[in-house]
């Protein structure tokens, strides 16, 4: 069950990099309908996607999920580097 609190927090990565690909060609534009999206095989987290972007337009769709796919990435990156073992000087 979707929880609005929860946007879109507990949407894959690749469903969203899925979305936002089909709206830049122009293949899917909102408000994203269950149709829509079960053709780009996102029927598994539709209603956090309509949940989440329901009364947004295109432009609005797509600067949300730019901003949270860099987000995603940005933290990936700092887990990396802090994982990462320290360089040794020779």
Do not use: N, W
Not at 39 to 52: D, K, M, N, P, Y
């Amino acid at each position: 069950m979707f929880t609005a609190a929860l946007g879109l927090t507990q949407t894959p990565t690749h469903a969203l990099i899925t979305l936002l690909r089909a709206i830049y060609k122009k293949e899917l534009s909102p408000p994203l309908s269950l149709p829509d999206l079960t053709r780009h095989g996102l029927q598994f987290c539709a209603a956090e996607l309509q949940g989440a972007l329901r009364g947004l337009d295109a432009p609005a769709v797509t600067a949300v999920l730019v901003c949270v796919i860099a987000e995603r990435r940005a933290q990936e990156q700092r887990a990396g580097a802090a994982s990462a073992p320290p360089e040794t000087q020779g």
